[in-house]
């Protein structure tokens, strides 16, 4: 692997994970029709077992075991990059020696969201513990402050990490701050800054960040919103960035911070693809609630979209 | 005036208020001086009194004072907006009064930060009494989420306040939320979003918004930004703005949230204009500090950039 | 006045401000009749044009008034603390310059919470400048972090001003937290920390609070927690802030935060003492909630306790 | 066991885990001496695999293992209640069970902080399905809200939680709000709330909570307030209670937030017990702030205190 190459551009796609009707497995059976809708939606690049995936809440072997399905998916797109971020370090450094061992194109992790680091120093030991553990196996930060309530100056984490982490390779910026990506992205050049807020993709991209990460399905979206805005078309940017936002928009009203996660897999059955319940703490929509959800993302064209 | 069409656009200062070396009083002798380096800084509209300018530590007679002696200097600028909003609806009423009777522009009015507005409605409620005070003048919601700690959604308060405030043109948003900026300007065509954030301008521009609202010594920044992103010439613009955001992350070492108006004003006297001290509990930088501050800001350039 | 000796105990009384039917004015009429119904509760000490009196939201002309009409009703009560905070420090150098005129007991003094002060340094400076102008009249430092959003450590600013500020004799310590009101009393004896939430006057008294400001209709509440706890009966001392909590309760399902004093004057008329609304942003509440609040404090027997 | 009689009075004290130096395995060779400390420190019963013994920085083979090391010292202590949360519903479910297999007294179970719970319902369903794991187990919540930023009503919570959870029996309440321990304590005669804030300890007693989780060091603290409360002594209460605030005031200069607990554990060696490292991103203390702390705590007697 080329360490210094690895730079996924352009859509990388969070899919969920499918978990039996009950929650209470992973649906193992599920991996291959999803990839093929993955493939059809054309998203190049996945993110497995972040947020969107529930990766958190998933046991050890079910990550282990998920990772490993989709690996075997891993055909139908460019690359795959692994969460590997837990609660605790000693379970992450497990996960990070597992991802090299199956090939992953990168790993990724996050800072516990309990014992919260309180400095960019700790935040830096502890990713240098995981990354070591997978020598040869691009590293990326991810960076979701709302999510962890660590609140960290991505930059000044670049300036600590560079000697430290030798296979440093860039961040999964889900932090909302644009001005904390901008900062990163031009003291730091050479590293990747990769946006992971659907809303604000366009100004991501003016910015000159090269991927976004979001849920598979407003894949689309993006895909448009990164073709007009190099095509010079700013209005057909900002058109695709308001029909995005205005999913955005209706998704905010059935549920927001963690519970959004919960809402965005309510919508797979929209598109013929069941992937089953979030787990808790997260609760699925009702059926009544889901129906009402599907009737205003249809208002707001969100189906025309993403139809494949 | 043609409220329909009053809507300025590019960069809009917001001045300090002078004040004597011990803050006790508004220097009315530096209106003038200041105002033609505005000038000469090619800054075509001014905000007054607003946080910049400390409006909120001053009283009814200084507010009044300082409003007038601007427009004295009104020839100067294409226009000027005022910042009437104060801690209570009796006083800001007052001033809405006073500021269209020496012919302001536009008024702009920021909500109570102590007895803070718990939804939208009673912002609409507040502001609706203040704008009324002013009914041939053009009004501005000044929304500033991290300093009142009111937090509403921009856009509702337009669905709410455009059947209820005649005068109602826009908003200055300093509130750094992008996407509630960008859902106001889509669903609300016709308004005017201001930006107000330094250190997110381009991003704001590649959304479509037409105007910022930036400390003063700020618009060269601004102007080449402008310029470059309208020709097309996005790296340049991503330079400018880079630029600025290493003026921003300077100034941010000195002192952050409300603190960081005082370390703008300190910088004053660097461009030999020194309006004097910020008032408590705002807290001038010590002369060391300050010349801390003057060498880092030389190390960005700053200098070079703001020469006029 | 004999500074050093100063010190209200038990229930300190914050009166609401009687506003006229609009709002728009003072009602000056009302003060005789609620000072008199103050009276009965058996009251010994006011805390004038506080939060409650929504002094904040009042004029310079009103709050001077105000502070004048209660001091015509100073002979049915043993002290008054008049409130001379405001949002910005010119204004209240004035206010304690006229409280002092008009010889109150003492007076209080908040931080600004538009431009918050960032440390317990510039708290002491903007205090002292304050007290100064009313040098031979207590001062009490107000502090009420949540809705000032001025978050500093009570006891060190007592470090630091009790050289500064020849006339300090305590706080009203609004801020809900504990251990800070503990600290503050432990480390500053001869200094009077006073309690300013209901829900925590027992525990308050347990750490050795000398005295409670409270909205005023909750007296008969603190007076029988103060007579219990003293007499050393702790479960009737329990029962009484049990009953008080209730109350509290009640209320915050009626509204919260600043909101949560709308809802107290809105209780008013149902003790047959109309005062009028609040002013805007708060919103006074609508005759359906009333009615529901009513008979919700009735089933709690609010009605029973604060009967006179 | 009788599930409805089980109710640890006085101090519960959850000891750390103790690590290998370099932080990587459980040290299982300390437990015993570890346990013989905390008999002569009179501790009569133990709070593990909580905060304060960082069990969500552990593996669950760690977990299980530490766990079954507590409970072969059991006959050193009146009882043991077990945390048995994680930041997984299928992984504390596994806890459970396993804690009902080797016989603890009592099980604990905190919310996730990633995905966190967003209102009291799913809090009861996550809670639910991790007791019905152990039938035969009472069940308490552990209510930590500003480590896992899950902010709910503890009464509420009960309202729901007591028909759906057999084995319910209290609460675990570390969030620091008193009036939320109070409601719910008098809301819900029968059930356990125990105080699990150090600094608020005697303000909590005398509101009724009959039992106190802490830092096992702190014990000594403890028994004399509670023995100095229930003989009527409030001032030596006070006194002991300040003396525990001096050491509280004095850790907290060394670390805050989640650090607090590494600040503690660095005090371990000062009472001839190294129980190792924390764990990342916990930071322990460099010898030289670890000699700072010391001395300062020497100032405030806490070595007088806490000799066995």
Tied chains: 1, 2, 3, 4.
Excluded at 15 to 42: I, N, R
Excluded at 75 to 84: G, Q, R, T, V, W
Excluded at 246 to 253: F, H, L, T
Excluded at 257 to 269: E, H, I, L, N, R
Aim: charged content about 20%; hydrophobic content about 40%; glycine content about 6%.
């Amino acid at each position: 692997k080329n360490m210094s190459t690895y730079a996924p551009k352009g859509c990388m796609a969070a899919p969920f994970t499918p978990f039996t009707k009950d929650g209470k497995d992973v649906d193992y059976s599920k991996f291959k029709s999803y990839a093929d809708h993955l493939q059809k939606l054309k998203i190049p690049h996945l993110f497995v077992n972040g947020t969107t995936g529930e990766g958190l809440s998933m046991t050890m072997e079910e990550r282990i075991k998920t990772a490993e399905l989709w690996m075997q998916q891993k055909d139908k797109f460019e690359s795959i990059l692994l969460h590997i971020g837990t609660g605790n370090l000693k379970d992450s450094i497990q996960l990070a020696s597992h991802a090299e061992s199956i090939g992953v194109d990168g790993i990724a992790c996050i800072a516990p969201s309990f014992f919260r680091a309180n400095n960019e120093e700790s935040v830096v030991s502890y990713m240098k513990e995981v990354a070591d553990a997978a020598p040869n196996t691009p590293f990326y930060l991810y960076d979701f402050n709302i999510m962890t309530n660590v609140y960290i100056s991505v930059s000044r984490f670049f300036d600590l990490a560079k000697d430290e982490i030798k296979t440093l390779r860039g961040v999964k910026h889900s932090s909302p701050q644009l001005p904390s990506l901008f900062t990163g992205m031009r003291e730091h050049r050479g590293y990747q800054f990769m946006m992971g807020t659907d809303d604000q993709y366009l100004a991501a991209l003016s910015l000159g960040s090269e991927a976004i990460v979001t849920s598979a399905f407003m894949a689309p979206y993006f895909n448009k919103i990164i073709e007009a805005f190099n095509s010079g078309d700013l209005e057909a940017a900002r058109n695709a960035q308001e029909a995005c936002q205005k999913v955005v928009n209706v998704r905010s009203k059935y549920g927001t911070g963690p519970q959004s996660f919960a809402v965005g897999k309510s919508m797979m059955p929209m598109l013929d693809l069941d992937l089953g319940p979030v787990r808790l703490p997260l609760v699925s929509l009702t059926s009544d609630l889901a129906e009402k959800l599907q009737s205003e993302l249809k208002a707001v064209n969100f189906f025309d979209w993403v139809k494949v």
